[in-house]
T-cell receptor, first 120, second 111 residues
Framework: GAGVSQSPRYKVAKRGQDVALRCDPISGHVSLFWYQQALGQGPEFLTYFQNEAQLDKSGLPSDRFFAERPEGSVSTLKIQRTQQEDSAVYLC??????????????????FGPGTRLTVL | RKEVEQDPGPFNVPEGATVAFNCTYSNSASQSFFWYRQDCRKEPKLLMSVYSSGNEDGRFTAQLNRASQYISLLIRDSKLSDSATYLCVVTLSGSARQLTFGSGTQLTVLP
C-alpha cells in the first residue's frame, strides 16, 4: 500500500518568504508527527496530531511555525518569514495507534521522504 | 546535554566485520527504545525495537541496560548494504510516543 507522502520534495525559499509543506499520512493512521532534521543531526520533534487535534506543539521553534490537520488526514506545516536557520529536512511520520497501547508494533511511526527546505 | 548521545563515527569497517554501536540516554523515565536506520538522503526506517531482555534479528543484536541507561546495537558479518546512519531512539513514558533521536552513527562497510 501507499506510504507517507510529502510535497514538495525540495523547496528553495528566499529569506522572509512564507512556505507550506504538505504531508499525506498512511490512510487510517490516527497519529501524525512532524520532525525537523538539520544536516548531520537526528530528527527533532516539532508537533503531534491525534486525528485533527494538535496535542503537542512543544517542539515548534518559534511562533513562525504553524501546523494544522483540519480533517484528521492531510497535514500542512507552514513557516512564515523564513530564516536561514530554518533550512533543514522536514519529516512527517504517521502511526496507526495513539501511542498509548501496549503493542509497540502498532505504534511504529512510518516516515515520509521529507521536504528539503533551503532558505537563501 | 543531549537527551540521547551516540558516537557520531564514522565507522569504516571491512565486509564481514563485527561492529558495535553504543548509545546513552539521560531521562530515566524513557519507556521505549529503538534503533532506526537512515540511508543517505532517505527517511529513517525502524530497524528494531530494543527490549530489556535483549533481542536478536538475524545478524543484528540489540541490548538495553536500564540501570546504566545504555543501549547497544551489534552487527555481525557486516554487508555492503549495511552502510547507513544508525539512529538510537527513545520515547518518554506518558508521551504520545514522539521519538527522541540521537545524532546517529555513520557506518560504511568497505569491500
Amino acid at each position: 500500500g501507499a506510504g507517507v507522502s510529502q510535497s514538495p520534495r525540495y523547496k528553495v525559499a528566499k529569506r522572509g518568504q512564507d512556505v507550506a509543506l504538505r504531508c499525506d499520512p498512511i490512510s487510517g493512521h490516527v497519529s501524525l508527527f512532524w520532525y525537523q532534521q538539520a544536516l548531520g543531526q537526528g530528527p527533532e520533534f516539532l508537533t503531534y496530531f491525534q486525528n485533527e487535534a494538535q496535542l503537542d506543539k512543544s517542539g515548534l521553534p518559534s511562533d513562525r511555525f504553524f501546523a494544522e490537520r483540519p480533517e484528521g488526514s492531510v497535514s500542512t506545516l507552514k513557516i512564515q518569514r523564513t530564516q536561514q536557520e530554518d533550512s533543514a529536512v522536514y519529516l512527517c511520520a504517521s502511526s496507526h495507534q495513539t501511542g498509548l497501547g501496549l503493542r509497540i508494533e502498532t505504534n511504529e511511526q512510518f516516515f515520509g521522504p521529507g521536504t528539503r527546505l533551503t532558505v537563501l | 546535554r543531549k537527551e540521547v548521545e551516540q558516537d557520531p563515527g564514522p565507522f569504516n569497517v571491512p565486509e564481514g566485520a563485527t561492529v558495535a554501536f553504543n548509545c546513552t540516554y539521560s531521562n530515566s523515565a524513557s519507556q521505549s527504545f529503538f534503533w532506526y536506520r537512515q540511508d543517505c538522503r532517505k527517511e529513517p526506517k525502524l530497524l528494531m525495537s530494543v527490549y530489556s531482555s535483549g533481542n536478536e534479528d538475524g545478524r543484528f543484536t540489540a541490548q538495553l541496560n536500564r540501570a546504566s541507561q545504555y543501549i547497544s546495537l551489534l552487527i555481525r558479518d557486516s554487508k555492503l548494504s549495511d552502510s547507513a546512519t544508525y539512529l538510537c531512539v527513545v520515547t518518554l513514558s506518558g508521551s504520545a510516543r514522539q521519538l527522541t533521536f540521537g545524532s546517529g552513527t555513520q557506518l560504511t562497510v568497505l569491500p
